[in-house]
């Protein structure tokens, strides 16, 4: 049977179809969900020959983990929302309880969460690569409790807390029944530790992030819409270094034409798959 890009057969096979985009080559075979997914044996040799990895994820890799992602339609309680509303500072200035809760919703969420097969895939790569950057957009911390040991936060962490007014770092407040909670030093608002809309990233965290992204051989841009800039200005940056581009995503999304491999099937199933014949393809060389 031919294939050409984004045809995966009947409907219900779409989700776990890996797509050879670039050339046609001989494949390696995976089972997921019981059906034969085919994941290129010549990504997986790149794969193996790379001395610098990068991972970029996004909110795609959680949802496995119960966490909903950005650009889903929100249920329950926040369904009227849309997360792209929630998440500005403008939005936290006119309604700074109704964003508080929507990010107390969340931590409680994240925390009851645990980390999915992706993570933990991800957390093995990170053993078999000599150099490999885990970039995050991600703020639910189940990399690192995947056992992730480098992971660069572009969007920070729902854990921290800062003080509105001076951007500082809080780490203890008094329960005086204010919501959102006030800052112990200037009595403004706290909010959560995360990068908002309009807002930039941390300094820090971005240079790493360009950096490894510039020196890499082969980048993996999963769980991510690929919308949201600068954190998906990185795989081009990479890609005209030279680097490979691997999207996994079950849906396709900005990146997925510039990508030189697309895997479209959900990051908790495909990278535990990836990381299989990763093994077999080092254990071989
Ligand atoms: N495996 C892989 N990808 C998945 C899965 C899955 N199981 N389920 C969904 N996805 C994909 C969707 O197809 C989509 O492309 O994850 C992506 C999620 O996209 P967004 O919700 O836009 O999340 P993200 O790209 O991380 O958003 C970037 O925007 O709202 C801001 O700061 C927030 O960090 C976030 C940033």
């Given at each position: 049977?031919?294939?050409?890009?984004?045809?995966?057969?009947?409907?219900?096979?779409?989700?776990?179809?890996?797509?050879?985009?670039?050339?046609?080559?001989?494949?390696?075979?995976?089972?997921?969900?019981?059906?034969?997914?085919?994941?290129?044996?010549?990504?997986?040799?790149?794969?193996?020959?790379?001395?610098?990895?990068?991972?970029?994820?996004?909110a795609g890799v959680s949802a496995e983990s119960?966490v909903?992602t950005?650009?889903?339609?929100?249920?329950?309680?926040?369904?009227?929302?849309?997360?792209?509303?929630?998440?500005?500072?403008?939005?936290?200035?006119?309604?700074?309880?109704?964003?508080?809760?929507?990010?107390?919703?969340?931590?409680?969420?994240v925390?009851?969460a645990?980390?999915n097969?992706?993570h933990?895939?991800?957390?093995?790569?990170?053993?078999?690569?000599?150099?490999?950057?885990?970039?995050?957009?991600n703020?639910d911390?189940l990399?690192?409790?995947?056992?992730?040991?480098?992971?660069?936060?572009?969007?920070?962490?729902?854990?921290?807390?800062?003080?509105?007014?001076?951007?500082?770092?809080?780490?203890?407040?008094?329960?005086?029944?204010?919501?959102?909670?006030?800052?112990?030093?200037?009595?403004?608002?706290?909010?959560?530790?995360?990068?908002?809309?309009?807002?930039?990233?941390?300094?820090?965290?971005?240079?790493?992030?360009?950096?490894?992204?510039?020196?890499?051989?082969?980048?993996?841009?999963?769980g991510?819409?690929?919308?949201?800039?600068?954190?998906?200005?990185?795989?081009?940056?990479?890609?005209?270094?030279?680097?490979?581009?691997?999207?996994?995503?079950?849906?396709?999304?900005?990146?997925?034409?510039?990508?030189?491999?697309?895997?479209?099937?959900?990051?908790?199933?495909?990278?535990?798959?990836?990381?299989?014949?990763?093994?077999?393809?080092?254990?071989?060389?």
């Amino acid at each position: 049977m031919t294939r050409k890009k984004g045809d995966c057969g009947p409907k219900h096979q779409e989700h776990a179809c890996a797509i050879l985009q670039s050339r046609s080559l001989p494949d390696s075979s995976a089972i997921v969900r019981g059906m034969r997914v085919e994941i290129p044996a010549q990504l997986v040799e790149r794969l193996a020959a790379a001395e610098r990895v990068v991972a970029l994820t996004g909110a795609g890799v959680s949802a496995e983990s119960g966490v909903p992602t950005f650009r889903e339609a929100q249920t329950g309680l926040w369904a009227q929302y849309r997360a792209e509303e929630l998440a500005t500072p403008e939005a936290f200035q006119r309604q700074p309880k109704l964003v508080w809760d929507w990010y107390e919703w969340r931590r409680t969420l994240v925390a009851k969460a645990a980390p999915n097969p992706g993570h933990f895939a991800l957390s093995e790569l990170e053993q078999l690569v000599p150099e490999f950057s885990l970039l995050t957009q991600n703020v639910d911390g189940l990399h690192q409790r995947a056992g992730s040991q480098r992971v660069i936060e572009l969007h920070g962490s729902i854990f921290d807390t800062l003080c509105f007014d001076e951007g500082t770092q809080v780490l203890t407040w008094s329960d005086d029944g204010s919501v959102p909670p006030r800052c112990p030093r200037c009595a403004g608002w706290l909010r959560p530790g995360v990068v908002w809309f309009g807002e930039p990233l941390p300094e820090a965290a971005l240079a790493s992030a360009s950096r490894a992204a510039a020196e890499c051989q082969l980048l993996l841009s999963i769980g991510t819409s690929s919308l949201v800039h600068p954190a998906a200005r990185l795989p081009y940056d990479a890609k005209a270094a030279g680097a490979l581009i691997v999207e996994i995503n079950p849906t396709e999304t900005a990146l997925s034409k510039h990508a030189d491999y697309v895997l479209r099937g959900p990051a908790g199933e495909m990278l535990p798959q990836l990381l299989r014949l990763l093994r077999k393809a080092k254990a071989a060389r």
